[in-house]
């Protein structure tokens, strides 16, 4: 295999644990600053992001290009939602730092399959 394989396969795969830490570091500062009525919306913000987030650990720790692409076009549709959500309530914060993220999946993703990784 080449290097230049290894190294887009890595990019991709930090970029995505990036992502997907990023969205659990988010949903536990939700939890801990919601009052009663949002802190259950933030805990099952918080059981999802979990899961993406170990999910994101199997392609750094495992070389597996089909679970880091599926998990690359996971990621890129929340980071596409995230910016729909940031649209809608006007936010220009989070707004832009989802459509980077999306950019980024979205480059990851088709630098993946312009290579057999």
Do not use: W
């Amino acid at each position: 295999m080449k290097m230049e394989h290894l190294v887009i396969y890595y990019v991709a795969s930090y970029a995505t644990l990036l992502s997907a830490f990023l969205g659990f570091i988010f949903s536990v500062m939700a939890i801990r600053s919601s009052d009663c009525t949002g802190k259950t919306t933030a805990f099952y913000l918080f059981a999802r992001s979990t899961v993406l987030a170990v999910a994101s650990l199997i392609p750094v720790l495992f070389y597996s290009p089909h679970v880091l692409s599926a998990l690359t076009v996971i990621m890129l549709v929340v980071q596409v939602i995230d910016v729909g959500i940031g649209i809608l309530i006007k936010n220009i914060r989070r707004t832009v730092g989802p459509f980077i993220m999306a950019a980024v999946h979205l480059t990851c993703l088709l630098l993946l399959n312009s290579v057999q990784v």
